[in-house]
């Protein structure tokens, strides 16, 4: 699949990306513990998701925990929630000339390979998508994200050290990844939404269009991800990462974000993933939706998705009430 030309016309398809895969699980039956360490398990748990739901592609789990878990940062396993990291590994100079650089491979990333390899087996009437950390937010989680805060003012060079060897370490397992056969990655870069312009230009921009410049090809192109709630401050340097699109949380006016952005650049979002898919009913998820299409279909650019990953216990109703709506808006 070219998935350059792929982009010039997937808005006017006029079918939902959300970020759903986790809620898989109540159509598969595996928990959350044992999903997330078997690549398989995971490939069967898009391919039942792309089964019941007409997405505009198949997206793999948003699991920020797995690169950070690579280079040995502890992480706690929940039946009902996705995993979180739970401690820093680098503190200082000297532990971070103690931290190990993984392999593709190392914890559970080779698993996470797998089920791209075994999703493309098994989804073939649409792009699949892996999920990927971004540099900042991998280096938050080995940081601690108080902590990685404070020290891009006092340690910065402390930081610039952690941001390289999680650029190095993304560019080898997105590389991965696509050589499995992913379409495009969502890059999740979350912790660049609590920055400044200025940091943001210093401390994630860079880092990310290194990490695209790299691994991007004609047939594998990368949707950056944030859903932090400065996102609209922050238009020129989203825009330097060089990503060809573009997926924001449900904390900004999407809107105002299509009127800042170039009309050849695919921005997708974003309704409510707690407090809609997950806590609403079906109705308050369709008056959502409507909404978020209301303002945001006249731009030729858009497409309709979640604000970030749709929780795993989301009610199946609830995600059926979105679709019906962006059914029901283009029809």
Not at 144 to 150: A, D, P, Q, S
Not at 226 to 250: M, P, Q, W, Y
């Amino acid at each position: 699949m070219v998935m350059t030309n792929w982009i010039t016309t997937a808005a006017s398809r006029h079918k939902p990306l959300p970020i759903l895969s986790f809620p898989g699980i109540q159509l598969t039956g595996a928990a959350i513990p044992e999903l997330v360490r078997d690549g398989k398990l995971q490939a069967e748990c898009m391919k039942a998701v792309a089964g019941r739901w007409d997405t505009l592609a198949a997206v793999s789990l948003m699991d920020l925990s797995v690169e950070a878990e690579a280079f040995g940062s502890p992480v706690r396993f929940s039946v009902d929630e996705v995993p979180t990291v739970t401690g820093a590994v680098v503190t200082d100079e000297n532990s971070l000339g103690e931290l190990r650089f993984p392999v593709v491979g190392a914890a559970r990333t080779g698993e996470y390979v797998t089920t791209i390899r075994e999703a493309k087996k098994r989804i073939t009437d649409r792009p699949v998508f892996a999920g990927s950390i971004g540099p900042f937010s991998l280096a938050g989680r080995l940081m601690g994200m108080t902590e990685i805060m404070v020290l891009c003012y006092e340690e910065p060079a402390l930081v610039h050290g952690v941001l390289e060897m999680a650029a190095r370490f993304l560019t080898a397992y997105d590389t991965a990844l696509r050589d499995a056969g992913a379409d495009g990655i969502v890059m999740a870069e979350p912790a660049a939404g609590m920055l400044s312009p200025a940091l943001m230009g210093e401390f994630s921009a860079p880092y990310v269009r290194r990490v695209i410049s790299a691994v991007e090809t004609d047939s594998c192109v990368f949707i950056y991800h944030n859903c932090g709630n400065s996102t609209l401050s922050l238009v020129r340097e989203i825009l330097d990462t060089g990503a060809k699109a573009f997926h924001f949380g449900n904390a900004i006016d999407l809107a105002e974000m299509l009127k800042r952005f170039p009309s050849d650049k695919l921005v997708m979002g974003n309704v409510d993933p707690a407090g809609e898919f997950r806590n609403g009913t079906p109705e308050s998820v369709r008056k959502a939706t409507l909404s978020v299409l209301e303002k945001c279909a006249r731009y030729d650019n858009f497409i309709l998705s979640s604000g970030c990953d749709v929780p795993p216990v989301a009610p199946l109703e609830n995600i059926n009430a979105f679709f019906a709506a962006a059914g029901e808006f283009y029809t």
